[in-house]
């Protein structure tokens, strides 16, 4: 085990965790957006983890497997002078629900500081390490 592999491992998770904080970003600004290029109401996002794990080197952190859309259904608003409503003058809003983005993203910041904090500490104890044979 390499003295560097608990600062591979918070390097990788800080990695996914900005990641992270991009696509709930992406979904917050999005909230309310009814037409994209693709056409259609924006729909939310996730980020999706594995571990990363080799057989001779062991872990080796997390890695981003995949962003991918959420299933859940869109939501439907009566505003029959809105511009994407349909005939009957419903509009499709994205699947967001900025409780949930708000709880995501508080989750997501925290597990940043908590390997800002790893990565510091496991920092500091190499440079004690290194002190030792002064």
């Known amino acids: 085990m390499s003295i560097f ?13 900005r990641l992270r904080l991009d696509v709930i970003s992406s979904n917050i600004a999005n909230s309310r ?5 693709d056409g259609g109401a924006y729909i939310r996002k996730t980020a999706i983890f594995s571990e990363n794990y080799d057989k001779k080197l062991g872990l080796l952190g997390v890695k981003t ?9 869109l939501k439907r608003e009566y505003d029959p002078s809105h511009p994407d409503a349909d005939d009957e ?5 994205p699947n967001v629900d900025l409780l949930v983005e708000m709880s ?16 510091n500490a496991q920092k500091n104890m190499i440079s004690k390490a290194l002190e030792i044979g002064r």
């Open 5 to 17: 592999n608990g600062m591979r491992i918070s390097a990788s998770g800080l990695s996914a965790e």
């Open 104 to 119: 995501d993203l508080i989750s997501a910041s925290r597990a940043y500081e908590s390997n800002v904090d790893t990565l």
């Open 33 to 37: 957006t009814t037409r994209t290029e």
């Open 65 to 73: 497997t995949k962003v991918e859309e959420d299933k859940s259904p």
């Open 89 to 93: 003058g419903y509009v499709e809003y």
